[in-house]
């Protein structure tokens, strides 16, 4: 029997509809056939965990880059991509970063991602580099800072206030910075 079920999101739309497809599958069945013979193998199982002060988002913006293997999702480019976990850090100082991986842990999570408005908000947390360290230490799950692209009205503004202008922030940046026709389908 299954522990739970996780959302299995087809970057590949249904050719009668624009919606894409979605199929609930058990966990730890990633060898199960869908669709009259599609297989579903090797996934990476990803959890999220989102800044406090955004805690009514519905993961919209994460969701659709997650599908489209955009922003940090697109290391996964060709491999299927399925959400485990999504929760938030529970408000500074991010007390449930100490609890949900473990969670996630046991749905099977490869790997844990610190979702974009940790950085994109005014200011970014100032936790982020611990999160990091400690999921990395403690749970013994990678992460990656980011999620989405960085929407480009967020991109404006944090260039304009020199935010990001250390040299750690071309790090964590990486993943999400893209190119500005991207960032401006965030916006």
Not at 37 to 49: D, K
Request: with cysteine; hydrophobic share 30%.
């Amino acid at each position: 029997m299954s522990e739970g079920w996780v959302i299995k999101l087809n970057s590949t739309p249904n050719p009668v509809t624009p919606q894409p497809r979605v199929v609930y599958l058990p966990l730890h069945d990633s060898t199960r056939r869908l669709d009259g013979g599609e297989s579903v193998s090797n996934p990476i199982r990803v959890g999220i965990i989102i800044c406090d002060r955004y805690r009514t988002c519905a993961g919209g913006k994460c969701l659709r880059a997650l599908r489209a293997h955009e922003g940090a999702f697109k290391a996964y480019e060709g491999r299927e991509v399925q959400l485990v976990g999504f929760t938030t850090c529970a408000g500074c100082p991010g007390g449930n970063v100490e609890y949900a991986p473990e969670e996630m842990k046991k749905n099977g999570v490869d790997v844990i991602h610190l979702a974009t408005g940790l950085i994109v908000g005014y200011p970014p947390c100032p936790h982020i580099d611990y999160f990091k360290t400690f999921i990395t230490e403690k749970h013994g799950i990678p992460v990656v800072i980011g999620t989405h692209p960085i929407p480009e009205k967020y991109y404006l503004t944090h260039q304009a206030c020199g935010t990001w202008s250390g040299p750690e922030w071309a790090e964590r940046l990486a993943p999400t910075i893209g190119d500005q026709p991207t960032r401006l389908t965030y916006d």
